[in-house]
Structures are given as structure tokens and as C-alpha cells.
């Protein structure tokens, strides 16, 4: 089994920043890619940013420029910086993982976290 656990949420106002972190346990023997996704009140789980075990990274179209991921191999974990943060950012802030376990080493499962919540005023 693997576990993602989140951290960093909060209540921020608008234009300020915010750091979220992620870290991956378990039966771990690597893992693929790393990302962010968010669900505001009402709406669909959007993609926020991922970034792949070479470093390769994609960002949703409404936080390019503001945010950025990044991730820390020896440690499993996954970061978001967050910038300029505006009131549309409120939501549910979601960790993901595609790992391979000991007892799967060639298949990559996904894994998510129980979520962190962003709410930002205006």
C-alpha cells in the first residue's frame, strides 16, 4: 500500500503565496509522475501541474505563470509553490502518484491523496 499525505493548506488573501508539500509512503519501489490537481465547489477535478521522474513538467493553463512544481526523489515528495494566488483558486487541492509498488514493480498504479484545502479571499 501506498499513502499520500498533504500539507500546507490554509486561508490565505488574494495576491499572497502559499506552499504545499505532498509525501509519498509505503511499499514504494518508484515513482512515475508527480502532480497537483484541484476541485472547487461545484465543478469537474482539474489538472494543476505534474511533473514527470525526469523532470518534465505541465501546468493547467489557469495557474502558468503563478505556480510551481517541483519534487524531491530522495524524500517522495511533491511540492507546490503557490503565487499571486487569486480567489478562483479555492478549492480542494488533491496530491496524485503513479507508482510502482515492490509487489508490482512494472505496472504503475495511481494513488491520491485525501486533499488539502485552499481558500483564498478577495
Known amino acids: 500500500q501506498v499513502q499520500l499525505v498533504e500539507s500546507g493548506g490554509g486561508l490565505v488573501q488574494a495576491g499572497e503565496s502559499l506552499k504545499l508539500s505532498c509525501a509519498a509512503s509505503g511499499s514504494i519501489f518508484s515513482i512515475n509522475n508527480m502532480g497537483w490537481y484541484r476541485q472547487a465547489p461545484g465543478k469537474q477535478r482539474e489538472l494543476v501541474a505534474v511533473i514527470t521522474s525526469g523532470g518534465s513538467i505541465d501546468y493547467g493553463d489557469s495557474v502558468k505563470g503563478r505556480f510551481t512544481v517541483s519534487r524531491d526523489n530522495a524524500k517522495n515528495t511533491v511540492y507546490l509553490q503557490m503565487n499571486n494566488l487569486k480567489s478562483e483558486d479555492t478549492a480542494v487541492y488533491y496530491c496524485?502518484?503513479?507508482?510502482?509498488?515492490?509487489?508490482?514493480?512494472?505496472?504503475?498504479?495511481?494513488?491520491w491523496g485525501k486533499g488539502t484545502l485552499v481558500t483564498v479571499s478577495s
Open positions: 496524485n502518484a503513479n507508482v510502482n509498488t515492490v509487489l508490482s514493480v512494472w505496472a504503475g498504479m495511481d494513488y
